[in-house]
């Protein structure tokens, strides 16, 4: 009895031990989803000091999409347009941050991206299925103070959804140096979905409208003639009223 | 014959009337604003590009 409540003891133990180890194990090693983001210095949001005096654009810009969502296939063409303007609203107040809490307000020389720099905006729109034009990658210069837009001319042939993405970059040329850099602003993804009307397609509809109406006025010209002719009455009526002086009492 | 005649023509005409507002009428649209600060119109250096990747979309 003795015997068997002690190999009884030894063998909880055993598994106690066992358990205690695989927990350890399990804590000890690192998740692979998380182990990067351990190792990763944290990101700073207040820009250092190199940071803050690098030649920047010195104005907020507002990029406004316009597209629609919804078009009819077939040979309209339809229109979208992006546009990066400049917000007059949006001001950048310098600011400097120290140690301990003090902040002095004090002008911080930004150096102005447009005296050093020939910057190029580039945009380009991306999908799949639909007949854009123009198609790939156009520029256009940014000048300070100036807004600048693109215009894409979209056709669908086929209904369906169709996704893509219309992208914004900055391209920068050091005047001085002729070096080269590029920076991604945008990336919007838009839907547009392509509709007809139960299967007939958009210049068939039309041409069905306009001479149904035609057919239609047609055959009902009768009835307008007499209601024309009705309506002609009353008025004529109503305006011989009005003409009569007014009786004696 | 009259009235079926006025009936016809009523249905010719509305069935007109609504291909050409479907096939005629404007297509909605939709705008999209995003304010765009000049910190990310600056040049890129190397340390910019650890910034959020999701920070465009």
């Known amino acids: 009895m003795n015997r068997r409540s002690a190999l009884l003891s030894a063998f909880i133990a055993l598994c106690g031990l066992f358990l205690f180890a695989c927990t350890i194990g399990s804590s000890e090693s690192p998740a692979p989803t998380s182990a990067p983001v351990a190792t990763e210095p944290p990101i700073s949001q207040t820009p250092g000091p190199e940071e803050a005096l690098r030649p920047a654009i010195p104005e907020t810009r507002r990029l406004i999409l316009e597209y629609p969502p919804r078009v009819r296939a077939g040979n309209e063409s339809n229109l979208i347009s992006l546009t990066l303007d400049v917000d007059n609203l949006g001001k950048i107040t310098p600011t400097a941050h120290f140690p301990g809490n003090i902040t002095e307000g004090g002008v911080i020389e930004i150096p102005n991206l447009y005296e050093t720099h020939n910057v190029t905006a580039e945009a380009q729109f991306d999908i799949a299925g639909l007949e854009v034009k123009p198609g790939g990658v156009t520029f256009q210069p940014l000048r300070q103070g100036e807004a600048i837009t693109f215009y894409w001319s979209l056709r669908a042939q086929e209904i369906g959804t169709y996704r893509g993405t219309i992208w914004l970059y900055l391209n920068f040329e050091d005047r001085s140096s002729g070096e080269k850099s590029r920076v991604a602003v945008s990336a919007q993804i838009v839907e547009i979905e392509a509709v007809d009307f139960f299967g007939f397609s958009t210049n068939f509809v039309r041409t069905s409208g306009v001479v149904g109406s035609v057919l239609g006025l047609i055959v009902g010209f009768p009835f307008f003639d007499d209601g024309v002719k009705y309506l002609w009455g009353r008025l004529a009526r109503r305006k011989r009223k009005t003409g009569r002086p007014p009786r004696k009492m | ?57």
């Open chain 2, 1 to 57: 014959m009259r009235k079926i005649r006025l009936v016809i023509a009523v249905i010719i005409l509305s069935a007109s009337i609504a291909l050409l507002v479907w096939g005629f009428f404007p297509n909605p649209r939709e705008t999209r604003i995003q304010n765009i600060s000049p910190k990310e119109m600056q040049i890129p250096t190397p340390s910019s590009l650890h910034s959020d990747p999701g920070r465009l979309l």
